[in-house]
């Protein structure tokens, strides 16, 4: 619709309390810096820029100031839906209000995390330059193990989040199964003897296939799966 009109922009109407909310739903899922960040205020998707101008003003304001203009709105049922997972973590808010967890403070803490995810987004890629230059002539896309090892735990996650799903298929990957897959790297090369280019893992996920050997960590796009018979 946005393309149809010629609009660069489409904006929603996402308030501070819409923030505490999903702030609540990503830590009951166990959600990770960038997931604990979340609604950002701007967010490019397919060429379109998905602006929420919002985010700072409480619901009860928005909706008082839409009366007094006399501006009608939109009220959608399935907010008081407890079959959704947001309408029943909504009537938990008063009760944790009176503990300080209020909306104000669940969207400072979304707007902290979001600053500390960016600051670890520029470190990551600090560090995909310096992986690309040490993998430079390498025949497969990948990490040069060594250095990748040296790196801190949370940009490695990153980085081989980031080769996963620039190649795969079957992407986005999960965050979970991104942690446990450098685990069993970090348990595979612990074992490395003294031999020299053997395989020590090889593992898929999310359509690419990740190969670790004594010296590299390649990522390239895995083969189609085998379609099952009979």
Do not use: W
């Not at 393309?3 to 308030?15: E, F, V, Y």
């Not at 500390?116 to 390498?138: I, Q, V």
């Not at 079957?170 to 979970?176: D, I, K, N, V």
């Amino acid at each position: 619709a946005a393309r149809a009109n010629g609009a660069s922009h489409i904006l929603t109407a996402h308030t501070r309390d819409d923030q505490a909310e999903t702030v609540l739903m990503r830590m009951s899922r166990g959600s990770g810096i960038a997931g604990l960040a979340a609604m950002a205020r701007e967010t490019v998707r397919e060429g379109i820029i998905l602006a929420r101008p919002l985010l700072h003003v409480p619901k009860s304001r928005l909706i008082a100031t839409l009366k007094k203009a006399k501006i009608a709105y939109a009220d959608d049922p399935t907010n008081r839906d407890i079959g959704f997972a947001r309408p029943r973590l909504r009537a938990l808010m008063p009760a944790l209000a009176d503990e300080g967890c209020d909306a104000r403070n669940l969207a400072r803490l979304a707007s902290r995390l979001a600053r500390a995810n960016a600051a670890l987004e520029l470190l990551a890629n600090g560090a995909e330059r310096y992986l690309a230059l040490r993998n430079r002539g390498a025949e497969r896309p990948g990490f040069h193990a060594e250095a990748f090892a040296a790196l801190s735990e949370e940009i490695r996650v990153r980085l081989l989040l980031r080769a996963i799903n620039r190649v795969g298929h079957e992407g986005p990957a999960e965050l979970g199964k991104v942690e446990a897959l450098l685990a069993a790297l970090d348990r595979a090369a612990a074992g490395n003897g003294p031999a020299k280019r053997r395989i020590l893992l090889k593992q898929t996920l999310a359509g690419a296939l990740v190969t670790l050997t004594s010296d590299r960590i390649s990522v390239e796009p895995a083969p189609p799966r085998r379609r099952r018979t009979g």
